[in-house]
């Protein structure tokens, strides 16, 4: 089946730093691709996604591009904010239903 | 508004006394799913539903049981909860079919359970 392998947290970093959050997938087919975000206290809510090769998915001033000679889907935001850290999943969809999830990622941005 | 409704949001019981969470979504969802997430393994699915009257394990179901009646409720039934049940649990929707493939998930804002 789908799988996903993300790097281990916490990662922490200061305001304005750059972030990088490391991202592989095994997957039959051609799967769409996901970054979903938990803020404290909340449920998940997708963050970006890309469908195809070589799309980048964006939102919120963060990024990943879909590499499929490289099964990699890595998140990342130039300058981070206080207000950014949550938990970051990354996850693979190999058809119709409901993506497999990576353990996540916990990002911790000090002032 | 779009969205996933669990209740309770948070519920502390005793060991072997049955419960059940609710999880009902007005998207008209085909497919939904219960997970739970414990510190260091992420999300983990107990069990999944592809329409109604179709369920199916996950990877964690022993101990839990659901339902699905109609398209837009699955609850979650803990019959005799025990203490290694403690956990987040969340609850989640998806379109499903060919006409809306690989498309995101949809996540109700999680029931904290504690079982003592």
């Known amino acids: 089946g789908d799988s996903v392998t993300q790097m281990e947290g916490p990662v922490t970093l200061s305001e304005e730093a750059f972030l990088t959050i490391n991202c592989t997938y095994t997957?039959?087919?051609?799967?769409?691709l996901f970054w979903y975000v938990q803020y404290p206290g909340e449920g998940l809510q997708l963050l970006l996604k890309a469908t195809k090769a070589d799309d980048k998915g964006s939102n919120k001033g963060f990024e990943a591009t879909y590499r499929k000679e490289t099964t990699s889907f890595h998140l990342e935001k130039g300058s981070v904010q206080v207000s950014d850290s949550a938990v970051y999943f990354c996850a693979v969809s190999g058809g119709s239903y409901i993506p497999t999830f990576g353990r996540g990622t916990s990002l911790i941005v000090h002032p | 508004e779009a969205q996933v409704t669990q209740n309770p949001r948070y519920l502390i019981t005793v060991t072997g006394k049955k419960l059940t969470v609710t999880c009902s979504q007005n998207m008209n969802h085909e497919y939904m799913s219960w997970y739970r997430q414990d510190p260091g393994l992420g999300l983990r699915q107990i069990y999944y539903?592809?329409?109604?009257?179709?369920?199916d394990k996950g990877d964690v179901p022993e101990g839990y049981k659901v339902s699905r009646k109609e398209k837009r409720n699955f609850p979650l039934i803990l019959e005799s909860p025990s203490p290694n049940q403690t956990s987040l649990y969340f609850c989640a929707s998806s379109p499903r079919g060919a006409s809306v493939p690989n498309t995101e998930a949809f996540f109700g804002q999680g029931t904290r359970l504690t079982v003592v």
């Open positions: 539903s592809m329409n109604v009257e179709v369920t």
């Open positions: 997957a039959t087919g051609y799967p769409s």
